[in-house]
């Protein structure tokens, strides 16, 4: 629990929100339902184990905090409740309610046990890349996807680093329960491009094709888009991505529509799949772009829109 004044609003409140929702009671030493209301908040921070934060504000100490909460939503009495989320007041209540009903309010703000194990877990997993422990990270991300299995972001990474550290057929495994999504979760259908390509370049039965054998079709013929799709999922399949971008680019500059947009398409998969997590920011900022993505980004609105 944190005491909210006008020197920490912005740190404890705003920017605490952006990683935790923060329910903040406004009350006054004279409300006697508000020393009712206390010690039930305080229980229910305990019992919710960090999935969400507890802050006070004393109304006749910091009015304007207050007052303004007050006229945004209506409400001319406390004890007053205001869940804050990303930054922003998103919802609240008025009165000592019972408990049950307080539960039923932070339900509807505050991640479940599993989901919010899992973010732990996912979390955990982007320091163990940032340190270089890839074993650490993928074991967190296999534990997050395990904890919370409907946790897209958490699969979409484990996934992701399998393939990165080509482990093939676990990728695949940890894909199945999700293969269905591919076209309504286009992360999702990235990672199914990229799974083609890599089954495309090392196939089961008969001879895999070569980037040798893909450029001599191109050098032969530049209008040759079919070889130059299978020289880009070669690429893709190294892991060259810019080089595979580039090769696509090729594509679409000539015929921007082929084969139902699949160059497109595909270049769309490679973003998706080499951004990196984009950290959180504080309300009103715009977190930084990767710029390796932001340049291909616009070259390729360039040539679309061209």
């Given amino acids: 629990m944190i005491d909210i004044t006008l020197e920490n609003f912005q740190t404890e409140l705003i920017d605490g929100s952006m990683t935790t929702p923060v329910l903040l009671d406004i009350w ?6 508000c ?3 206390g010690p039930v908040l305080e229980k229910l921070e305990l019992e919710y184990a960090g999935r969400f934060t507890l802050a006070k504000l004393d109304a006749d100490k910091v009015p304007q905090i207050s007052q ?12 007053f409740c205001v869940i804050f989320k990303d ?16 539960r039923s309010f932070l339900d509807k703000h505050v991640p479940g046990a599993d989901e919010a194990a899992a973010t732990e877990q996912e979390e955990a997993a982007q ?42 057929d676990d ?4 894909f199945a329960p999700v293969i269905a999504k591919t076209s309504l979760v286009r992360r999702f259908d990235a990672l199914q491009r ?3 390509a890599i089954d495309f370049a ?15 079709r191109i050098a032969a013929n530049k209008r040759d888009f079919e070889a130059r799709f299978d020289r880009a999922r070669l690429l893709m399949s190294a892991q060259r991505w810019t080089e595979a971008m580039d090769e696509l680019l090729d594509i679409l500059m000539r015929d921007k529509g082929w084969n139902d947009e699949l160059a497109r398409k595909t270049y769309i998969a490679i973003l998706d799949i080499i951004e990196p997590p984009k950290p959180k920011v504080a309300d009103g900022q715009i977190p930084p772009d990767d710029p390796t993505v932001a340049s291909y980004r616009r070259r390729l609105s360039s040539v679309v829109l061209s």
């Fill in 28 to 33: 006054a030493e004279w409300c006697g339902p």
């Fill in 35 to 37: 020393k009712q209301l």
């Fill in 68 to 79: 303004q909460l007050s006229q945004m939503f209506g409400v001319r009495s406390i004890p």
């Fill in 87 to 102: 930054g922003q007041p998103v919802d609240g209540f008025v009165g000592a309610i019972p408990a049950d009903q307080i």
């Fill in 127 to 168: 320091e163990a890349l940032a340190e270089g422990d890839t074993e650490g990270a993928l074991e967190r991300l296999q534990h997050a996807v395990a904890t919370d299995p409907a946790n897209d972001d958490a699969r979409f990474d484990y996934i992701k680093l399998l393939l990165q550290e080509g482990r093939l």
């Fill in 171 to 174: 990728a695949k495994v940890a």
């Fill in 194 to 196: 990229w799974m083609d």
């Fill in 202 to 216: 090392a196939p089961a039965t008969g001879t895999a094709p070569t980037l040798a054998g893909a450029e001599a």
